[in-house]
């Protein structure tokens, strides 16, 4: 029965064809000289595929036509030497005028004027390309940490809404890519090859059930045909310097789009962790880590898309990921009797890691659109190979006498395959769409520790080596609607998910094996009042399972007494989530609320008898969660802008700990001011502050912080070369400070300082020639998204 209704699903969305027409026209002038562009390349978008399906240039005077069938939403007008424009609406449009690059100058446009910010769908979308607020970052991962609502801590991690790691997009498909290698992806990308960020707080239901928020980065569309390409270069200074470069090539003809990238990155960072721990009554352990840590990364990456006719186009794309750390670790553990007045013992710890991580990346795509039905199908496999040896040396510092000495050989291996089917299908003025994913995750790691005997030789350690597997499949599909009612935009779907799991500590001869269904719903409601008010709310259910990490149960070690340790019985979590979203004009205002059940924690349990300090893992009952979220760009005069950002965060969870439990409503607020004076012959100079209140949870305190970068911004020849300097974190502010609650039951407190205090220079420069493409096309849904 299930099968036949699907096949008239199928069957249904095949069967509509509707098309209507209309013609814009419009005229294009200089915004200065009032005098007609020829030769202005006007791309007109797909609303379905948020591609280009026509283009057209203005003849000698300025003008151009266009003969719209389907669903065409908005039109993007670019010509060398001028500010690139989008207009998102499309009646009216009668005159056009366009900013020359590096004037500081209000801009013009009759009809349909561009702003910054808008929402989609309730989630903000912001312009990245051409916006001031942006124009002195150095690349990406900076331009997300100005970004309303998201947070990029010290070591690039990037969070949503407080809390939410969110899953990344490229051109609306998620990157298949490892934790660094999507890091060192985004510092390769320059503003200016970015067209737009969409911030996804609550995604809908044909997105992945684990995917609890979404940044979509939008890339620059190159629709002209011949090559063009450029060089990012940056160098961080500090005690150390860290170097990265990256090149960027494409070559378009009218039927194949070629793209390449070449990226290798070096140099040194530090790392330093002190703390102090403790039980009523037991000695007193005070802890001091430093770690140099010199990389190298080689990263390559081609593409191919090929046009094979108006409906169909077919894409490839290779790439390789290759890293190795070279990284020194040493510490120090000073113990006392519980006044401070006796040493215990006093050891010093050497821990010198050779870390080598091999990523490789097949994916395939291929789409079928015509007229107002799209297919697309995606396939991506990716190879992850991690192999770590370690050295564990611990002395005693007074006499330098050898404690122990251990060696450690990882070998971490990850396959992924991936395959989805999505279908949309346009009945009148809505959109039905039907899709269908495959996931196949294996995990294998194997640890192997040897130890010092007395005899001077290494033996096999079996009670700290270890064996373990994780195999998991995710079968999910997804049935969505959107449809406009006037004003109002109506979207909702259903997504089931069915996951299977086998977890294997051979080690330890435990064997979890997990098979259940979900069903997740999401529906949202959009009401746009009018071009400058609107509003929007959301809701829906998401699902958190748990990473190999939290699952492996083998120790991690900071030091040779303190680690963590996995749990293979952990459960997925879920999240339910309600969000409200207001605009008024550049200014938009969030406000959300949810409860999360089995929330996966992790807790310190120290043995005063052994010294040791472990983290384990668990699920807590639930927790509610609220935030409130205010950005303001304010314009004070044409020459400085200033953009405002409050947030606000409430969580109340329900923490059992040992034999008591824990039950406290934390709040906590972020400030972000991000001021740009635009100064005369091109120079830009931004101040951007941020400071973050005392947060935590039921058992730590956070301990609030600060930081403060300035930057500054020009370009050169034309805009081909575009130089940067800034100074980040200028008063080294940015160090992280946590602290116990319950003093009594263990005094914890300890800091985390990274080397964010950095003078950076960087340099962008464009290079290559292209002509414009005058022939009229319609591309495929995902054409242009290696480019």
């Known amino acids: 029965m299930t099968l036949r209704l699907w096949t008239l699903i199928m069957l249904l969305f095949l069967s509509f064809f509707v098309n209507a027409q209309k013609v814009i026209t419009g005229k294009i002038l200089d915004s200065e000289t009032k005098t007609h562009l020829a030769n202005v390349e006007i791309a007109l978008f797909n609303k379905l595929s948020n591609q280009p399906v026509q283009k057209k240039i203005t003849d000698s005077l300025g003008q151009f036509r266009f003969e719209i069938v389907g669903d065409e939403s908005f039109i993007l007008v670019q010509k060398e030497g001028y500010e690139t424009r989008k207009l998102d609406q499309l009646d009216g449009i009668s005159l056009i005028e366009m900013t020359p690059l590096g004037k500081v100058i209000e801009e013009v446009v009759l009809e349909s004027s561009s702003r910054n910010v808008k929402l989609s769908d309730g989630n903000m979308v912001m312009n990245v390309a051409n916006n001031k607020n942006f124009k002195t970052s150095t690349h990406i991962l900076e331009v997300l940490r100005k970004t309303p609502g998201v947070t990029v801590d010290q070591e690039d991690g990037i969070f949503i809404g407080g809390r939410i790691s969110p899953t990344i997009f490229v051109d609306g498909k998620p990157l298949v890519m490892s934790t660094q290698e999507i890091q060192a992806y985004l510092r390769s990308l320059s503003p200016e090859m970015v067209e737009s960020i969409e911030v996804n707080t609550n995604p809908s239901s044909k997105y992945d059930a684990e995917f609890k928020g979404i940044i979509d980065i939008r890339l620059k569309k190159n629709g002209n045909l011949g090559w063009k390409g450029n060089y990012n270069g940056t160098v961080s200074i500090n005690k150390f310097n860290y170097r990265e470069n990256s090149i960027n090539i494409s070559y378009n003809t009218e039927k194949v789009a070629y793209q390449m990238q070449l990226g290798y990155n070096e140099g040194v960072s530090t790392y330093r962790y002190n703390a102090l721990q403790r039980l009523a009554n037991t000695n007193v352990m005070r802890t001091n880590t430093y770690q140099k840590d010199a990389g190298k990364v080689l990263t390559v990456q081609t593409g191919i898309d090929y046009r094979l006719n108006d409906k169909n186009r077919l894409g490839f794309s290779l790439r390789g990921n290759f890293r190795n750390n070279d990284r020194m670790r040493t510490g120090s553990l000073y113990t006392t009797n519980k006044d401070g007045t006796q040493l215990v013992f006093n050891t010093g710890s050497e821990n010198p890691i050779d870390y080598n991580q091999n990523n490789y990346g097949i994916g395939t795509d291929y789409s079928f659109i015509n007229k107002n039905f799209k297919l697309n199908f995606l396939g991506n496999y990716l190879l992850v190979n991690n192999k770590q040896k370690d050295d564990f040396i611990n002395r005693d510092i007074p006499t330098s006498e050898l404690l122990s000495y251990w060696k450690s050989d990882l070998l971490n291996k990850i396959n992924v395959y991936t395959a989805q089917i999505d279908i949309t299908q346009k009945v009148h003025n809505a959109n039905f769409e039907i899709g269908v994913k495959y996931s196949n995750t294996n995990t294998n790691n194997n640890i192997r520790y040897d130890t010092l005997s007395v005899n001077n030789q290494f033996i096999f350690d079996p009670t700290r080596s270890n064996v373990f597997s994780y195999k998991e499949q995710v079968l999910a599909g997804y049935l969505a609607y959107n449809q406009k009612f006037n004003k109002l935009q109506i979207n909702a779907g259903i997504r089931v998910e069915n996951t299977k799991s086998i977890s294997d500590a051979v080690s330890s001869n435990s064997v979890v094996t997990r098979n259940y269904l979900e069903w997740l719903p999401s529906l949202n409601a959009s009401y746009e009042i009018d071009k400058s008010n609107e509003f929007s709310v959301s809701y829906s259910r998401r699902i958190t399972r748990p990473a190999f990490s939290q699952l492996n149960p083998f120790r991690f070690y900071f030091s040779p007494l303190n680690y963590w340790i996995g749990n293979p019985y952990l459960q997925p979590s879920f999240t339910s989530q309600v969000k409200a979203t207001y605009r008024y004009k550049n200014w938009v205002a969030s406000l959300a609320v949810g409860k999360e059940t089995d929330v996966m924690v992790r807790y310190p349990k120290y043995d005063p008898k052994t010294n040791v300090l472990e983290y384990l893992g668990t699920n807590l009952p639930y927790r509610k969660f609220a935030s409130i979220e205010l950005n303001f760009p304010v314009k004070i005069t044409k020459w400085w802008n200033v953009s405002t950002q409050i ?38 100079v931004n101040f951007f502050a941020n400071y973050e209140s005392k947060t935590g949870n039921s058992l730590y305190i956070i301990k609030s912080r600060y930081n403060i970068d300035i930057s500054l911004q020009k370009s050169w ?24 609650r319950h003093k009594q039951i263990m005094d914890n407190r300890f800091t985390h300082w990274w080397d964010s205090q950095r003078l950076v220079l960087a340099v962008t420069y464009n290079f290559g020639g292209s002509k414009y493409q005058v022939k009229e096309i319609q591309r495929s849904e995902e054409e242009g998204r290696t480019r």
């Open 717 to 740: 020849f034309e805009n081909k070369l575009n130089t940067k300097i800034s100074y980040n974190n200028i008063f080294d502010s940015y160090d992280q400070k946590v602290e116990f």
């Open 647 to 684: 947030a606000g965060y409430y969580n109340d969870e329900f923490r059992p700990y040992f034999d008591e439990v824990f039950a406290l409503k934390v709040y906590n607020y972020e400030l972000r001011f991000n001021q740009v004076f635009s100064l005369p012959k091109g120079y830009t």
